[in-house]
């Protein structure tokens, strides 16, 4: 069974640049059946996707993050990270890696992660 | 962007009652429409793709329909551990949207 952990740091300052880790296990990053997604949910809010990751590297980042969001892939570890930068107090959010189904006609989020709580504050 | 427009924000109901949700998206998704369950402090679980189909291991009183732009979300009889937010989304486009929730509460 698929499980998938996030780590990073809970605190960041305004400027600075955020970054989350999403580690794998259960199964391969490489099988090639799935994307690996970023989602957050600011606190008391709803869910915002940030984009997904293939394992190939290809990327697809939502338009709204784009000019600050990188996701990276490092298959021999089975993980897949985040950074987003210039964050701002605006970016305070409980962030959640997620596995997604690769395929036209497939595009759901499961399994989740825990998810973590980054807060941006000097 | 796909818009997702789900209704109402929060609902009370009592145990037993029939609670339905809708979602309206802001242009034809066709059935590419996912419904989650979020409890207070966890991460959202998948309860319902493809607008219809349950997710293995979810109670048959959750139930999804529609297709196009209109779509419903069903308990069919509310049970105490079905107090959560529940949010659809959609994967018809590119960049993945979701509702902005609806909270179950009991009355």
């Known amino acids: 069974q698929v499980q998938l952990q996030e780590s990073g740091p809970g605190l960041v300052k305004p400027s600075q640049t955020l970054s989350l880790t999403c580690t794998v296990s259960?199964?391969?990053?490489?099988?090639?059946?799935?994307?690996w997604s970023w989602i957050r949910q600011p606190p008391g809010k709803g869910l915002e996707w940030i984009g997904y990751?293939?394992?190939?590297?290809?990327?697809y980042y939502n338009p709204s993050l784009k000019s600050r969001v990188t996701i990276s892939v490092d298959t021999s570890k089975n993980q897949f990270s985040l950074k987003l930068s210039s964050v701002t107090a605006a970016d305070t959010a409980v962030y959640y890696c997620?596995?997604?189904?690769?395929?036209?006609?497939?595009?759901?989020?499961?399994?989740w992660g825990q998810g973590t709580l980054v807060t941006v504050s000097s | 962007d796909i818009q997702m427009t789900q209704s109402p924000s929060s609902l009370s109901a009592s145990v037993g009652d029939r609670v339905t949700i809708t979602c309206q998206a802001s242009q034809d998704i066709s059935n590419y429409l996912n419904w989650y369950q979020q409890k207070p402090g966890k991460a959202p679980k998948l309860l319902i793709y493809?607008?219809?189909n349950l997710e293995t291991g979810v109670p048959s009183r959750f139930s999804g329909s529609g297709s196009g732009t209109d779509f419903t979300f069903t308990i069919s009889s509310l049970q105490p551990e079905d107090i959560a937010t529940y949010y659809c989304q959609q994967y018809d486009n590119l960049p993945r949207t979701f509702g902005q929730g609806t909270k179950v509460e009991i009355k």
């Open positions: 990751i293939y394992y190939s590297g290809s990327t």
């Open positions: 259960g199964g391969s990053i490489s099988s090639g059946d799935y994307y």
């Open positions: 997620a596995r997604d189904p690769y395929g036209d006609y497939e595009g759901w989020f499961d399994p």
């Open positions: 493809d607008a219809s």
